[in-house]
């Protein structure tokens, strides 16, 4: 059973910082990528930034030079530290796993609002 929990989602003014994490559960090796994406009201989910175990990463254009990803294989952990926020960077995080076993499995977390605002 794989489990996703995020923590660190808040409401911060623009400019601002906020630091999330996700700790994963089960059998989560350290070749298995991990990411963040998220979700704005009224829009698809897209994808934030993603990290290999090798901690190879691939960050959207709109998020570069602002958030960092980063890993640790032996807490099957990541984070995400987002710098300089802009209101729309609003949205639901979440994190993903995607597990190839055979075939591909991708597992998510519950989510965590992240909002800027004055």
């Known amino acids: 059973q794989v489990q996703l929990v995020e923590s660190g989602g808040g409401l911060v003014q623009p400019g601002g910082s906020l630091s999330l994490s996700c700790a994963g559960s089960g059998n989560i090796l350290s070749l298995d990528v991990m990411g963040w994406y998220r979700q704005a009201p009224g829009k698809q989910r897209e994808l934030v930034a993603v990290?290999?175990?090798?901690?190879?990463?691939n960050y959207a254009d709109s998020v570069k030079g602002r958030f960092t990803i980063s890993r640790d294989n032996a807490k099957n952990t990541i984070y995400l530290q987002m710098n300089s926020l802009k209101p729309e960077d609003t949205a639901v995080y979440y994190c993903?796993?995607?597990?190839?076993?055979?075939?591909?499995?991708?597992?998510w977390g519950q989510g965590t609002q992240v909002t800027v605002s004055s």
């Open positions: 993903n796993v995607v597990m190839v076993r055979g075939i591909r499995h991708d597992y």
């Open positions: 990290i290999s175990g090798g901690g190879s990463t």
